[in-house]
């Protein structure tokens, strides 16, 4: 992703594989270089993509610098790691690549890793501008959250791959709730990979059990949100609702 990022035409995408330049993954994207204003660096949903941030740097303006903190896949996760650690990680890739001061933004999971990551700025004395939550809420809301949550999960992303593709996609949150009650899980995750299907969004290769290691990972993400204690910040957070 930060490859397409840095050279985003046919042109020069063919000549990075020719030549063999295509960057390593890493956690931290330049989405939008812009010019003489204070970097904004947003950390990734639960899924870890950062793709859906460029339209919201398009809107902040050309001049503004902007950053997407990528995760691994879900699917790829295979231990849990806390917030503090995930925040840690984060914050090494940003300092090194700007000296300050900071402005962050988290989108849903991103929020309390946002968060996480102000309150560490803070502590080593650095200076913290905006700390923005998209869709964020506190970590507190998750501590009880029951298994329902993995098909909600799965409807998530379905939701997303929709609109990245500006697809309309009826799956209201009620239906969910209803596929819930009404089937095991396996058949609830066929139910909405049959959906997207119906309307080309998921390859055929995708099935129920590339599903389960997306929710397996993804369950231990929302397992780093439970275990999470935030200490108080001194500082001001801005919620963005849409």
């Known amino acids: 992703i930060s490859s397409f990022f840095r050279k985003p035409t046919i042109r020069d995408l063919i000549e990075m594989v020719d030549k063999g330049d295509i960057a390593e993954v890493e956690a931290l994207v330049c989405i939008q270089r812009g010019a003489w204003r204070t970097p904004f660096f947003v950390v990734h949903a639960l899924g870890g993509d950062v793709r859906y941030f460029s339209t919201l740097a398009g809107y902040m303006g050309d001049d503004q610098p902007f950053y997407g903190l990528q995760g691994p896949y879900p699917g790829d996760l295979k231990e849990y790691i806390s917030i503090e650690e ?9 300092v090194a690549a700007h000296p300050g001061p900071y402005h962050l933004g988290g989108y849903s999971f991103g929020s309390p890793v946002a968060f996480e990551m102000a309150t560490q700025l803070k502590r080593q004395g650095k200076e913290v501008g905006v700390l923005a939550f ?18 909600m999960t799965v409807a998530g992303l379905a939701r997303d791959v929709a609109r990245l593709n500006k697809v ?38 995708i099935g129920v059990p590339w599903m389960r290691k997306f929710i397996h990972g993804a369950m231990l993400r929302m397992e780093s949100i439970k275990q999470y204690s935030p200490e108080p910040y001194d500082g001001v957070i801005t919620l963005f609702r849409s």
């Open 86 to 94: 995930i925040a840690a990680n984060y914050l090494a890739e940003i």
């Open 134 to 151: 998209l869709e964020g809420s506190s970590p507190y809301i998750v501590k009880h959250v029951d298994a329902d949550v993995r098909l």
């Open 168 to 205: 309309e996609f009826d799956l209201p949150h009620s239906l969910v709730k209803d596929l819930v009650k009404q089937m095991p899980l396996e058949e609830g995750i066929e139910f909405i990979i049959q959906k997207m299907r119906k309307q080309n969004l998921l390859s055929d290769r």
